[in-house]
T-cell receptor, first 113, second 115 residues
C-alpha cells in the first residue's frame, strides 16, 4: 500500500522563521505535489515536481520554495514565514503516467504566530 | 479564468437519505473530472474519476457521478447515505489547453450524516 508520510502533523513557528515541511513517499513515484488547504478555498497547488531536481510553480508559489534531491523526498520551504501562511499543507504523489495527485499524506497543520 | 464551483458548503442528512452534491466548472475545452473525499482525521483519497466514455461513472462505496457536458456539471450521488459517509468532498477538474494542463479544486462540501 502506498504511503505518503509528512514529518509533522502539527507545527507552530514564529513570523520570520525559515520553515521546512518534509514529505516522503515509498512507491518510487515520479510526481510529487505540495498543496495548501484553506476553508472555503479548497486545495491550491504550491509546487509540483515530476522528477529529481525538477520543479514547476503551481498557482500560489510566492513565499515558498521546494527541494527534490532524492526521488522519494519532496521538501517545502517557507523562506520567511508569515501569518498568512498559517494553513493545512498536503503532500501528494503519483506515478509518472498519472498527472493528478493519487496518494495524499495526512497533512501538516502549520500555525505561524 | 477557469474555476470549479461547489454550491453547497455544508450538507446535513439523515441516514438512508439520498445525496446529490453539485459541481460545476467554467471551461469550454477538454476536461477530466474527479471527486475526492476526506474522512475525519484521514488523508484525502480519490472517490471516482471521469476521463471519457460513459458519462455515468461509478466509484467506491456506492458513489456515482454523472458528467453532463452541456451543463458543465459533474454531480456526485449516492442513493442512501450512511453515517460513515460523513466527510468533506472535493470536486476537481483538469483542464487541457494546448500542451498545458491544470487541476483545479472546488472549495469542498462538508457532509454530516446523522444516525
Amino acid at each position: 500500500d502506498v504511503k505518503v508520510t509528512q514529518s509533522s502533523r502539527y507545527l507552530v513557528k514564529r513570523t520570520g522563521e525559515k520553515v521546512f515541511l518534509e514529505c516522503v513517499q515509498d512507491m518510487d513515484h515520479e510526481n510529487m505535489f505540495w498543496y495548501r488547504q484553506d476553508p472555503g478555498l479548497g486545495l491550491r497547488l504550491i509546487y509540483f515536481s515530476y522528477d529529481v531536481k525538477m520543479k514547476e510553480k503551481g498557482d500560489i508559489p510566492e513565499g515558498y520554495s521546494v527541494s527534490r534531491e532524492k526521488k522519494e523526498r519532496f521538501s517545502l520551504i517557507l523562506e520567511s514565514a508569515s501569518t498568512n501562511q498559517t494553513s493545512m499543507y498536503l503532500c501528494a504523489s503519483s506515478p509518472g503516467t498519472v498527472s493528478q495527485p493519487q496518494h495524499f499524506g495526512d497533512g501538516t497543520r502549520l500555525s505561524i504566530l | 479564468a477557469q474555476s470549479v464551483s461547489q454550491h453547497n458548503h455544508h450538507v446535513i442528512l439523515s441516514e438512508a437519505a439520498s445525496l446529490e452534491l453539485g459541481c460545476n466548472y467554467s471551461y469550454g475545452g477538454t476536461v477530466n473530472l474527479f471527486w475526492y473525499v476526506q474522512y475525519p482525521g484521514q488523508h484525502l483519497q480519490l472517490l471516482l474519476k471521469y476521463f471519457s466514455g460513459d458519462p455515468l461513472v461509478k466509484g467506491i462505496k456506492g458513489f456515482e457521478a454523472e458528467f453532463i457536458k452541456s451543463k458543465f456539471s459533474f454531480n456526485l450521488r449516492k442513493p442512501s447515505v450512511q453515517w460513515s459517509d460523513t466527510a468533506e468532498y472535493f470536486c476537481a477538474v483538469r483542464v487541457f489547453s494546448g500542451g498545458y494542463n491544470k487541476l483545479i479544486f472546488g472549495a469542498g462540501t462538508r457532509l454530516a450524516v446523522h444516525p
